[in-house]
């Protein structure tokens, strides 16, 4: 990789993202209906405009080669606790294993702490071993059961 950056994402980049979701392996959930471009592009602009959202976008040498979704969550509780969920991270097949996801992580890990967050989760199918074992070299650990409600 020449120049890796990672940054948040802006309403300029939209095509490019669209263009990447492509990759993502979502052999998991076949059956669910593909969302037209028009209801994505407001759900994009939903997603940037939002201060509780965070979009970073991994680009090299200016392509864009990776994503990863932050979202924070306010607890109603006393302690008025914040945490945030990774999701849809995304890393282009030509540039997987090149420290593309753990710049995307280390940023989305960053975001959270910025905003107060104790803690950053994220779910990961359990069929998807070399994930596991990439969260787990970042220093991730197993702390839950999770379960999932298909609806």
């Known amino acids: 990789m020449s120049s890796l950056t990672v940054r948040q994402a802006a309403a300029g980049d939209?095509?490019?993202?669209?263009?990447?979701?492509?990759?993502?392996?979502?052999s998991m959930y076949r059956g669910r209906a593909v969302a037209d471009e028009g209801d994505l592009r407001a759900?994009?602009?939903a997603i940037v405009a939002d201060p509780d959202q965070r979009l970073f976008l991994a680009e090299d040498g200016g392509r864009l080669v990776g994503s990863a979704h932050l979202m924070v969550l306010r607890h109603f509780d006393r302690s008025l606790s914040r945490s945030a969920v990774v999701e849809g991270v995304i890393v282009a097949r030509d540039h997987r294993r090149g420290g593309v996801g753990?710049?995307?992580?280390?940023a989305a890990a960053e975001a959270a702490r910025a905003v107060g967050c104790y803690k950053l989760d994220l779910t990961s199918n359990m069929a998807r071993k070399g994930a596991h074992r990439f969260y787990s070299r970042l220093g991730w650990k197993r702390?839950?059961?999770?379960?999932?409600?298909e609806l």
């Open 143 to 149: 702390s839950h059961y999770g379960y999932s409600l």
């Open 43 to 45: 759900l994009y602009e």
């Open 102 to 106: 753990a710049a995307l992580m280390r």
């Open 14 to 26: 939209f095509d490019a993202l669209l263009r990447l979701l492509d990759q993502m392996d979502e």
